[in-house]
């Protein structure tokens, strides 16, 4: 069974950091791609940053510079540390894996960045 938890969320005012962690189990973490995604109020899930198990990453232009995406295969854990937070940065974010062709994706964690 899949389960990926994610935490590390919280109200943080803009300019502000924070780190999150997706611990993963049931599945053979070092070997898969893994991603964070976040969905705002009233839009559509987006991604936000992937890491290959080659540790290859892809982030999207509005993450670029201020993210990263990291990867513990010891701890199965995910990160996204998060830097110069802005308002538009506020969503709950998703862990998500997709191993053998199905996806899975975590209960979220909430991020909110007071202007």
């Known amino acids: 069974q899949v389960r990926l938890v994610e935490s590390g969320g919280g109200l943080v005012q803009a300019g502000g950091s924070l780190r999150l962690s997706c611990v993963a189990s049931g599945i053979m973490f070092s070997g898969n791609t893994m991603a964070w995604y976040r969905q705002a109020p009233g839009k559509e899930r987006e991604l936000v940053a992937s890491i290959t198990s080659g540790d290859d990453t892809y982030y999207v232009d509005s993450a670029k510079v201020r993210f990263t995406i990291a990867r513990d295969n010891a701890k199965n854990t995910l990160f996204l540390q998060m830097n110069s937070l802005q308002p538009d940065d506020t969503a709950v974010y998703y862990c998500?894996?997709?191993?053998?062709?199905?996806?899975?994706w975590g209960q979220g964690t909430q991020v909110t960045v007071s202007a």
């Open positions: 998500t894996t997709a191993p053998r062709g199905q996806r899975f």
